[in-house]
């Protein structure tokens, strides 16, 4: 149980163009899904907390205009890079907690952004 | 503030042999604790996690951890390691309530010898 998958999990893009990048809870019903941007050889940074129905909570020093997410249902987070640039390459994860375990979040598989 | 730092960037350890990887945390409360394994292009998986009682917790694939509250630490440990272990290992610390607050170590890349 608690699946969690993203899609695509690689996407190449132009600069200057939008990457919609989708997350999926797939067995379970996910009222909070967060996102985090992982750079090479280093650790995970939480850019937001996507919340079904409302909006999104952005961490300090994230771009809400620039990263936009939308949670429009229960199993279903969308996070949109919009007018990418060669720094937003990067490897973005999702992960998702269940309604009865909000102390544990389970993570999808990642996608690859590269922006040429 | 929290924060979780993790002193071995690197360690390779040879097939069946045993293995440690290390993990020290600061937290202001009582802290929530896990363990994470990715595998390159993956996303991260639960190895195993610590809320409270027994501290020496179990986890899956054969791993487990010890909290211990006097040195603030949770190593993971794993008594024989397989060459399918290699991969990225990510301790984390975090608020009961809310899983998305942990805050990750910088990890800690296992490497395999045959």
């Known amino acids: 149980g608690a699946v969690v998958s993203q899609h695509p999990s690689r996407v190449i893009c132009k600069s200057g163009t939008s990457v919609k990048i989708e997350c999926r809870s797939l067995d379970f019903q996910a009222t909070t899904m967060f996102w985090y941007r992982q750079f090479p050889k280093k650790s995970l940074m939480l850019m937001a907390t996507s919340n079904e129905g409302s909006k999104a909570t952005y961490e300090q020093g994230v771009e809400k205009d620039k990263f936009l997410i939308n949670h429009a249902s229960l199993t279903l987070s969308t996070l949109t890079v919009t007018s990418a640039h060669p720094e937003d390459s990067s490897f973005y994860i999702c992960?998702?907690?269940?309604?009865?375990?909000?102390?544990?979040?389970?993570f999808g598989p990642g996608t690859r952004l590269t922006v040429l | 503030a929290q924060s979780v730092t993790q002193p071995d960037i690197h360690i390779t350890v040879s097939e069946g042999a045993s293995l440690e990887l290390r993990c020290n945390y600061s937290y202001g409360a009582t802290p929530y604790l896990f363990w994470y394994v990715q595998s390159p292009g993956q996303g991260l998986q639960l190895l195993l996690k610590?809320?409270?009682?027994?501290?020496l917790v179990q986890g899956i694939k054969g791993f487990e951890a010890e909290f211990k509250r006097s040195q603030s630490s949770f190593n993971l440990r794993k008594p024989s390691v397989h060459w399918s272990d290699a991969a990225e290992y990510f301790c984390?610390?975090?608020?009961?309530?809310?899983?998305?607050?942990?805050?990750f170590g910088d990890g800690t890349t296992l490497t395999v010898k045959p």
């Open positions: 984390a610390v975090g608020p009961g309530t809310n899983a998305g607050k942990s805050t």
């Open positions: 610590y809320f409270s009682g027994d501290t």
């Open positions: 992960s998702a907690s269940t309604p009865d375990s909000t102390d544990t979040q389970y």
